[in-house]
Nanobody
Framework: QVQLQESGPGPVKPSQTLSLTCTVS??????????WGWIRQPPGKGLEWMGV???????TCSPSLQSRTSISRDTSKNQFFLQLSSVTPEDTAVYYC???????????????WGQGTQVTVST
């Protein structure tokens, strides 16, 4: 069974770039499951889909975050990455990486999730 693990910097200051890594085991990001995505949940709010990279490398980001979001991958390490630039306190959230067999922006499409990593943006 595929397992995902997020890793990241912890606290981030406003205006900085947030960088997260998702390390995948038990499956390949190029052959198993179609969509590998990033999803976040701000405190007290619902899940927000941020973007996805498919197994063939196609990338789509949420229109609301597209100007600040970059998604990439390293197939040799079976990892994919999220960068979010110009962060503000409103970007404080638990960030998840997830995968699923279907491509889309609904978090319910993603069957396997990492445990999540808390990112706090503050001075």
């Amino acid at each position: 069974q595929v397992q995902l693990q997020e890793s990241g910097p912890g606290p981030v200051k406003p205006s900085q770039t947030l960088s997260l890594t998702c390390t995948v085991s038990g499956g390949s990001i190029t052959t198993n499951h179609h969509a590998w995505g990033w999803i976040r949940q701000p405190p007290g709010k619902g899940l927000e889909w941020m973007g996805v990279i498919t197994k063939d490398g196609r990338i789509t980001c949420s229109p609301s975050l597209q100007s600040r979001t970059s998604i990439s991958r390293d197939t040799s390490k079976n990892q994919f990455f999220l960068q979010l630039s110009s962060v503000t306190p409103e970007d404080t959230a638990v960030y998840y990486c997830a995968c699923g067999s279907y491509y889309g922006s609904n978090p319910r499409l993603y069957s396997y999730w990492g445990q999540g990593t808390q990112v706090t943006v503050s001075t």
